[in-house]
């Protein structure tokens, strides 16, 4: 078994311990509905024949459908999948939503692909999933290596096979299919709200002015954003945009260290650009007074910023480098990036830690609110629909709060003691 899904189910032993569900209930709680397993043939345009394994896990589906991204990714294995299956249980749950919880992906490196074989790879995964989801069924999203454009081809290829478009059987759709105005930011969107609300909970002195950037006390509010993909540059924006000050961001590739603050709408051009985020680009683009120093992405984690974001992938902060953690708040954007060793390693030192179930949630909340434009046939700004986000994690924050206050645990142990309650009494009531 794979760390990450060794690690998920430790930590929901631990929370159904705390909560006193029944071991009955716990093994449905930890045992996926369903796995599909199959492979992807592609031609390559050099003429050979390619097979790329996938699958699809549907988890639970006892508080409503299927939910759950698509990840294109040469390093996705079925164990990864069943774990991340999992977290969108827990994530659908907790944020109130009337959703299960799924996910699916592809090993395949996208980057390696050309546009047409990458279309392919789409059209093929959605062909060999299209009797097993749907609007009320299971509705895919995108994830790491998939976009929006992908979503639209797995789309378009659903809409063939039933006979017509169907756009409320996909969210992270293109505006142009359908899609929501802001889900696109929808994931950082909703990782700033949390954050807002935890500071504002963990520090009761804290004056600051979110509108106008001003007055912020008892926290420098340096940040290290490890990732720089969907997520993680839209946090970096968003947060750099209210007057935080980014200190370091980094990609697959490489990171950058700036300690008088990176300007982030300038890397993003930069990578919209070039297609990484790279010492030059940040220099030339961001006009620093120094060039920003590089380093390696294991050094990003270490780093003395006060809030720690990692928005890559799983396993990044485990018992090896927990030690040497330095930040005062760590904000998982990630789906699993602290082991369960590193997350006791940080509660022992301090160390909050906002887990990813609550601070990624803002994408499946943004795409429930896609899902219900879809269904009615309805279109809301980006205004209202980033302020329905805002309003329902706020929400969300304040319940966890409630819980972690009432039984003096960890964050993490709040949100899933709520998640797994809900998701038990609706099994029980079946
Ligand atoms: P993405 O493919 O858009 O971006 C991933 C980023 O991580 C890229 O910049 C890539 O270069 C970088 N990266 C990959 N390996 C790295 C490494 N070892 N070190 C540093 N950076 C590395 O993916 P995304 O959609 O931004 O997803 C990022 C994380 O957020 C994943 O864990 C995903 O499951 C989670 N998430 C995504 C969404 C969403 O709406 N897209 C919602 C909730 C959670």
């Given at each position: 078994?794979?760390?990450?899904l060794?690690?998920?189910?430790?930590?929901?032993?631990?929370?159904?311990a705390?909560?006193?569900?029944p071991?009955?209930?716990?093994?449905?709680?930890?045992?996926?509905?369903?796995?599909?397993e199959f492979?992807?043939?592609?031609?390559?345009d050099?003429?050979?024949?390619?097979?790329?394994?996938?699958?699809r896990?549907?988890?639970?589906?006892?508080?409503?459908?299927?939910?759950g991204?698509?990840?294109?990714h040469?390093d996705?294995?079925l164990?990864?999948?069943?774990?991340?299956?999992?977290?969108?249980?827990?994530k659908?749950?907790?944020?109130?939503?009337?959703?299960?919880g799924?996910?699916?992906a592809?090993?395949?490196?996208?980057?390696?692909?050309?546009?047409?074989?990458?279309?392919?790879?789409?059209?093929g995964?959605?062909?060999?999933?299209?009797?097993?989801?749907?609007?009320?069924?299971?509705?895919?999203?995108?994830?790491?290596?998939?976009?929006?454009?992908?979503?639209?081809w797995?789309?378009?290829?659903?809409?063939?096979?039933?006979?017509?478009?169907?756009?409320?059987?996909?969210?992270?759709?293109?505006?142009?299919?359908?899609?929501?105005?802001?889900?696109?930011?929808?994931?950082?969107?909703?990782?700033?709200?949390v954050?807002?609300?935890?500071l504002?909970a963990?520090?009761?002195?804290?004056?600051?002015?979110f509108?106008?950037?001003?007055?912020?006390?008892?926290?420098?509010n340096?940040?290290?954003?490890?990732?720089?993909?969907?997520?993680?540059?839209?946090?970096?924006?968003?947060?750099?945009?209210?007057?935080?000050?980014?200190t370091?961001?980094?990609?697959?590739r490489?990171?950058?260290?700036?300690?008088?603050?990176?300007?982030?709408?300038?890397?993003m051009?930069?990578?919209?650009r070039?297609?990484?985020?790279?010492?030059?680009?940040?220099?030339?683009?961001?006009?620093?007074?120094?060039?920003?120093?590089?380093f390696?992405?294991?050094?990003l984690?270490?780093?003395?910023?006060?809030?720690?974001i990692?928005?890559?992938?799983?396993?990044?902060?485990?018992?090896k480098?927990?030690?040497?953690?330095?930040?005062?708040?760590?904000?998982?954007?990630?789906n699993?990036?602290?082991?369960?060793?590193?997350?006791?390693?940080?509660?022992?030192?301090g160390?909050a830690?906002?887990?990813?179930?609550?601070?990624?949630?803002?994408?499946?909340?943004?795409?429930?609110?896609?899902?219900?434009q879809?269904?009615?046939?309805?279109?809301w700004?980006?205004?209202?629909?980033?302020?329905?986000?805002?309003?329902?994690?706020?929400?969300?924050?304040?319940?966890?709060?409630?819980?972690?206050?009432?039984?003096?645990?960890?964050?993490?142990t709040?949100?899933?003691?709520?998640?797994?309650?809900?998701?038990?009494?609706a099994?029980?009531?079946?």
């Amino acid at each position: 078994m794979s760390s990450f899904l060794e690690s998920t189910e430790k930590q929901i032993d631990a929370a159904a311990a705390a909560a006193a569900i029944p071991a009955d209930v716990l093994t449905r709680l930890k045992t996926p509905d369903r796995v599909w397993e199959f492979e992807i043939p592609v031609r390559m345009d050099d003429g050979t024949e390619r097979k790329f394994p996938a699958w699809r896990v549907q988890h639970n589906n006892a508080l409503g459908p299927y939910k759950g991204g698509i990840r294109f990714h040469p390093d996705s294995t079925l164990d990864e999948v069943k774990a991340l299956a999992s977290l969108m249980t827990w994530k659908t749950s907790l944020a109130g939503l009337p959703y299960g919880g799924a996910k699916g992906a592809v090993a395949c490196d996208p980057r390696s692909l050309s546009e047409r074989e990458l279309e392919t790879v789409a059209r093929g995964y959605s062909r060999a999933i299209a009797p097993h989801v749907g609007p009320k069924r299971d509705i895919p999203a995108p994830d790491v290596g998939t976009n929006s454009r992908i979503i639209d081809w797995m789309a378009d290829e659903y809409g063939k096979i039933t006979g017509r478009y169907e756009p409320a059987a996909f969210t992270g759709k293109s505006i142009d299919k359908g899609g929501s105005q802001g889900r696109e930011i929808a994931t950082g969107f909703g990782g700033y709200v949390v954050l807002r609300e935890y500071l504002k909970a963990a520090i009761p002195d804290l004056v600051w002015n979110f509108q106008t950037k001003s007055g912020i006390s008892g926290i420098k509010n340096t940040v290290a954003v490890q990732g720089f993909g969907n997520v993680g540059a839209h946090i970096a924006r968003i947060l750099f945009e209210k007057g935080f000050k980014i200190t370091a961001i980094s990609d697959s590739r490489g990171a950058l260290y700036e300690p008088e603050g990176i300007d982030i709408t300038k890397v993003m051009e930069a990578k919209a650009r070039t297609g990484i985020i790279d010492r030059a680009t940040c220099y030339a683009l961001a006009s620093h007074p120094a060039p920003c120093q590089t380093f390696t992405n294991e050094a990003l984690l270490e780093l003395p910023a006060d809030i720690l974001i990692p928005a890559a992938l799983e396993d990044q902060m485990t018992e090896k480098n927990a030690g040497r953690i330095r930040a005062r708040v760590v904000l998982e954007m990630a789906n699993g990036p602290t082991t369960r060793g590193a997350d006791d390693m940080l509660a022992q030192r301090g160390i909050a830690v906002i887990p990813d179930i609550l601070a990624n949630s803002g994408g499946v909340v943004g795409s429930y609110f896609e899902w219900l434009q879809s269904l009615e046939q309805k279109y809301w700004s980006e205004k209202e629909a980033l302020a329905k986000i805002d309003a329902h994690l706020t929400e969300a924050f304040a319940a966890v709060r409630e819980e972690k206050e009432k039984r003096g645990v960890t964050w993490r142990t709040a949100c899933y003691i709520r998640a797994l309650t809900r998701v038990a009494q609706a099994l029980r009531a079946t």
